[in-house]
């Protein structure tokens, strides 16, 4: 399974960006997925999540309400809508991918078998 992510540049404080991520090598219906960021010096966080369905996703409690995953199977593709950006999102950007992520455990990079190579966001005040 290969994770493509695309999307990420330079938005200014208040801005939007969407993120997408493409799946290929799998049957990506049967994958749940999440994002990630790292910061330079920083551990990676968590984002979000999207079950494999799309029907639930969950959040970080610092992007809820700003960032919206979604997910279309047809497309193979999983996206990340981050409005009204601030500086402090600035980082690179991780989508990744497992069968099924147990809901405790969502927010651990450890859980995830499958991973893009990042795409770099920069919000500037």
């Known amino acids: 399974v290969q994770l493509q992510a695309s999307g990420g540049g330079l938005v200014q404080a208040g801005g939007s960006l969407r993120l997408s991520c493409a799946v290929s090598g799998g049957t990506f219906s049967t994958y749940a997925a999440g994002w990630f960021r790292q910061a330079p010096g920083k551990e990676r966080e968590f984002v979000g999540h999207?079950?494999?369905?799309?029907?639930?996703?969950y959040y970080a409690d610092s992007v809820k309400g700003r960032f919206t995953i979604s997910r279309d199977n047809a497309k193979n593709t999983v996206y990340l809508q981050m409005n009204s950006l601030k500086p402090e999102d600035t980082a690179v950007y991780y989508c990744?991918?497992?069968?099924?992520?147990?809901?405790?455990?969502?927010?651990?990079?450890?859980?995830?078998?499958?991973w893009g190579q990042g795409t770099q966001v920069t919000v500037s005040s």
């Open positions: 990744a991918a497992k069968g099924h992520v147990i809901l405790s455990a969502i927010r651990s990079p450890e859980q995830y078998d499958y």
């Open positions: 999207i079950r494999r369905s799309g029907g639930y996703t």
